[in-house]
């Protein structure tokens, strides 16, 4: 088995998890490359490499990406693996982590467990997106495992985005932006914004206006199948576009189309973590004063 070893930040609990996890590798003679990003907080004569390149597609000899951090990072390695169909596994040494699936506490379990085969493949869609007018910056990477969203730049005042879903005018949501999240980035932005949770499976994308002018403006889910179009107008020359967390800026003639993307994105669920669990672990779901059960 070939995994790759990804991060970007070089806090010291990720580097001793990453020390760790490499260890555990060599002890148990597993190959392993390193992001060469990290080489230089590890000794020469410890490890010599292999080494990847972080802003190049993972090599398809790789079985596996480990991914260090929290749910940032996670994303950020997404455009590693992109649609090599590569799995990720999270490991967590940051905060929240509600996408890993191994918790840093419990890593020699967690690894024991990934190497015994005891987990399994969660596959997630992801958001594409297009512009009438080309943008090279964009176009590198069109895509999102959270959420699409726009938001204003330059400007106090509201964006006007009128929206289309299958060429048949929706509404115009006069607010602060729009996030357009798949089923992963419910939970995200999108939730933190009013909008509902949708399992991982879920085959639906959620429309949620960020205060919105008119009140009675609510998320909307869709299915994943349809396709967008959005123009946006404002009292700025620009508007934001991020996809997860890459930003753009637009200018309000151009226009933009929103898809399922071609590929899928696998993340490895470890054996005894499940998507309802981590509701009630990492956002307390249903828990109270009142809710002792």
């Not at 907080?41 to 390149?53: A, L, R, T, V």
């Not at 959420?147 to 005018?169: F, G, W, Y």
């Not at 003639?253 to 998507?275: Q, R, S």
Request: charge should be negative.
């Amino acid at each position: 088995m070939k995994i790759a070893l990804f991060s970007e930040y070089d806090h010291p609990k990720t580097i001793a998890c990453m020390a760790e996890v490499m260890a555990f590798c060599q002890k148990n003679k597993h190959d392993f490359a390193l992001v060469d990003s990290m080489a230089k907080h590890f000794n020469e004569k410890d490890f010599e490499g292999p080494f990847f390149n972080a802003k190049e597609v993972l090599a398809n000899d790789f079985d596996y990406l480990f991914s260090f951090g929290g749910d940032g990072t996670l994303l950020r390695s997404v455009t590693v693996v992109r649609d090599s169909e590569i799995p990720i596994l999270g490991i967590n040494t940051g905060q929240l982590g509600f996408l890993t699936s191994l918790q840093r506490e419990e890593l020699q379990k967690g690894l024991r467990l990934f190497f015994d085969q005891k987990f399994s493949l969660i596959k997630r869609t992801l958001l594409s997106l297009e512009t009438e007018k080309e943008i090279p910056a964009l176009t590198e990477l069109p895509f999102a495992l959270n959420e699409i969203t726009l938001s204003r730049k330059n400007t106090t005042a509201m964006l006007s985005i009128q929206t289309a879903v299958n060429d048949v005018p929706l509404t115009t949501y006069w607010s602060d932006g729009l996030i357009i999240a798949t089923p992963t980035g419910s939970t995200g932005y999108s939730l933190s914004s009013g909008g509902p949770i949708l399992t991982p499976e879920t085959q639906s994308w959620v429309l949620n206006p960020i205060a919105p002018h008119n009140i009675n403006m609510r998320p909307l889910i869709i299915s994943d199948k349809a396709r967008l179009k959005i123009n946006v107008s404002s009292r700025a020359d620009e508007f934001l576009v991020s996809l997860d967390s890459r930003l753009y800026s637009v200018s309000n003639d151009n226009i933009l189309y929103l898809k399922k993307a071609p590929f899928k994105v696998f993340t490895v669920e470890l054996e005894g973590h499940f998507f309802f669990k981590t509701l009630r672990e990492k956002l307390f779901w249903g828990q109270g004063a009142q809710n002792t059960q």
